[in-house]
């Protein structure tokens, strides 16, 4: 069949090579002139596969006031007539429940382990692939003990659904990173993940157009989708400014614009931007930078090495569309990392800035699978996830289209209408 993917980020490009690889003919349509050139450009880095419970949990309204008063707060909303923004914040507060947050976990641990076997074997099938990969493990510090103690209790009920995790206390937590050391009095401990990985998105993503051209995948480049209509027999056509898109099925991988995408045609998913932003800094041979994955609980920020850089990325801002920066939020990502790991950002180092648009779900869960539209399907939604999921993600959608979905993944994430 002839397959158009609407969107060549990371989500778009791998449902493409799982499709490509099932023997369908694929055409990806993508706005910008190159792929990967927004959220999955400057990401955490981190596929996080074992750390994946959602946002909205029992314990974020209580510090939702104080994170919305401070500027250098990990959430921030900034309220607009937006119809869109409301309903999404409603259902996120709806979601916040411990009942929620359990169900949300396990549903995305299934599809991240899943992802997991799925990425690695993807590393030994395309062993030209090179985007800084390592298999770095992951620790998430805590600064106080109560929030520790809420870990130690996710952790005991990760373990029930295949974790490997381990408590460490803070001077085991130094003892593991040293790069740490300056700051042992500030920790009161944390979580240790063997199995999580570290990575280049934006690598990733042009190392996969590679071989995606390289094997007859189509590409149409700087070209903008303008419509979603429905043709004879309920069929969903794309149509662009070069005219009708010719395909047998569509996937709409199109991140935070799907939602907007998709409204035409009455089908509203829960898919809102929450604005993030990222520095990148270069690593001389003497700096002093975390080889782990880390992660600051309580400040929300991520660093990843990722070959001779550090990448830092943070925040999550609810304030609608615009990728514009604001020079206040780059500024407390600098001072954060210029907390936790002075050596890398001392002598005034230059670092590159990024901010790109999270498409997130209330429930932090995607979206995957088919529509009322007997040819549309959709692979949204993913949040900070989306490099984590996007491999188990694509191969479920695949094998939804070939009318083989995996029975325990399928009914988890598909739109309920």
Same mark, same amino acid.
């Given at each position: 069949?002839?397959i158009?993917?609407?969107?060549?980020?990371?989500i778009?490009?791998?449902?493409?090579?799982?499709?490509?690889?099932?023997?369908?003919q694929?055409?990806?349509?993508?706005?910008?002139?190159e792929?990967?050139?927004?959220?999955?450009?400057?990401?955490?880095?981190?596929?996080?596969?074992?750390?994946? $419970?959602p946002? $909205?949990?029992?314990?974020?309204? /209580?510090?939702?006031?104080?994170?919305?008063? %401070?500027?250098d707060?990990?959430?921030?909303f900034?309220?607009?007539?937006?119809?869109?923004?409301?309903?999404?914040?409603l259902?996120?507060?709806? *979601?916040c429940?411990?009942?929620?947050?359990?169900?949300?976990?396990?549903?995305?641990?299934?599809?991240?382990?899943?992802? %997991?076997?799925?990425?690695?074997?993807?590393l030994r099938?395309?062993p030209?692939?090179?985007?800084?990969?390592?298999?770095?493990?992951?620790?998430?510090?805590?600064?106080?003990?109560?929030?520790?103690?809420? $870990?130690?209790?996710?952790?005991?009920?990760?373990?029930?659904?295949?974790?490997?995790? #381990?408590?460490? /206390?803070a #001077? #085991?937590?130094?003892?593991l990173?040293? *790069?740490?050391?300056? &700051?042992?009095?500030?920790?009161?401990?944390g979580?240790?993940?063997?199995?999580?990985?570290t990575?280049?998105?934006?690598?990733?993503?042009?190392g996969?157009?590679a071989?995606?051209?390289?094997?007859?995948? %189509?590409?149409?480049?700087?070209?903008?989708?303008?419509?979603?209509?429905v043709?004879? +027999?309920?069929h969903?056509?794309?149509?662009s400014?070069?005219?009708?898109?010719?395909?047998d099925?569509?996937?709409?991988?199109?991140?935070?614009?799907?939602?907007?995408?998709?409204?035409?045609? +009455?089908?509203? &998913?829960?898919?809102?931007?929450?604005?993030?932003y990222?520095?990148?800094?270069?690593?001389?041979?003497?700096?002093? $930078?975390?080889?782990?994955?880390v992660?600051?609980f309580?400040?929300? &920020?991520?660093? *990843?090495?990722?070959?001779?850089?550090?990448?830092?990325?943070?925040?999550?801002?609810?304030?609608?569309?615009?990728?514009?920066?604001?020079?206040?939020?780059?500024?407390?990502?600098?001072?954060e990392?210029?907390?936790?790991?002075?050596q890398?950002?001392?002598?005034?180092?230059?670092?590159?800035?990024?901010?790109?648009?999270r498409?997130?779900?209330?429930?932090?869960?995607?979206?995957?699978g088919?529509? %009322?539209?007997?040819?549309?399907?959709?692979?949204?939604?993913?949040?900070?996830?989306?490099?984590?999921?996007?491999?188990?993600?694509?191969?479920?959608?695949?094998?939804?289209?070939?009318?083989?979905?995996?029975p325990?993944?399928?009914?988890?994430?598909?739109?309920?209408?």
């Amino acid at each position: 069949m002839q397959i158009a993917v609407l969107g060549a980020g990371v989500i778009g490009l791998t449902s493409a090579y799982y499709l490509n690889r099932a023997g369908h003919q694929v055409i990806v349509i993508e706005r910008h002139g190159e792929v990967a050139t927004e959220t999955s450009f400057g990401n955490g880095g981190q596929l996080s596969y074992s750390y994946v $419970a959602p946002l $909205a949990g029992p314990g974020v309204l /209580s510090k939702l006031p104080a994170w919305l008063i %401070r500027r250098d707060s990990p959430v921030r909303f900034r309220p607009s007539v937006s119809r869109e923004q409301w309903l999404w914040c409603l259902k996120f507060v709806f *979601a916040c429940t411990q009942r929620r947050s359990n169900l949300t976990t396990r549903e995305l641990l299934s599809l991240s382990f899943a992802s %997991r076997a799925l990425m690695h074997q993807l590393l030994r099938d395309e062993p030209t692939l090179d985007f800084d990969f390592q298999h770095s493990g992951k620790l998430v510090l805590h600064r106080d003990a109560a929030a520790m103690q809420a $870990a130690i209790n996710l952790l005991n009920f990760q373990r029930s659904l295949g974790c490997e995790q #381990e408590a460490l /206390s803070a #001077e #085991e937590c130094v003892a593991l990173e040293p *790069a740490l050391a300056h &700051v042992r009095e500030r920790i009161v401990g944390g979580i240790h993940t063997r199995s999580e990985d570290t990575a280049d998105c934006h690598r990733f993503s042009k190392g996969l157009e590679a071989i995606l051209r390289a094997r007859g995948v %189509r590409f149409a480049m700087n070209t903008c989708i303008d419509a979603l209509e429905v043709a004879k +027999g309920g069929h969903i056509v794309a149509r662009s400014s070069d005219g009708v898109v010719e395909a047998d099925h569509v996937v709409v991988a199109a991140g935070a614009s799907a939602a907007q995408l998709l409204q035409p045609l +009455g089908l509203h &998913v829960p898919v809102y931007p929450l604005k993030g932003y990222s520095l990148t800094y270069p690593l001389g041979p003497q700096a002093v $930078a975390p080889t782990l994955s880390v992660t600051d609980f309580a400040r929300k &920020v991520v660093y *990843a090495r990722l070959g001779n850089r550090l990448r830092v990325a943070g925040m999550a801002d609810l304030d609608g569309y615009s990728l514009k920066p604001d020079p206040s939020r780059v500024a407390a990502l600098r001072a954060e990392a210029a907390a936790l790991f002075p050596q890398v950002v001392a002598d005034d180092v230059d670092a590159a800035e990024w901010t790109g648009l999270r498409p997130a779900t209330p429930q932090g869960a995607p979206v995957i699978g088919p529509t %009322r539209y007997p040819n549309l399907w959709l692979n949204i939604g993913h949040g900070a996830l989306g490099f984590t999921l996007a491999s188990g993600s694509a191969a479920l959608l695949t094998g939804w289209i070939d009318g083989k979905p995996d029975p325990s993944l399928a009914r988890l994430f598909s739109l309920a209408e």
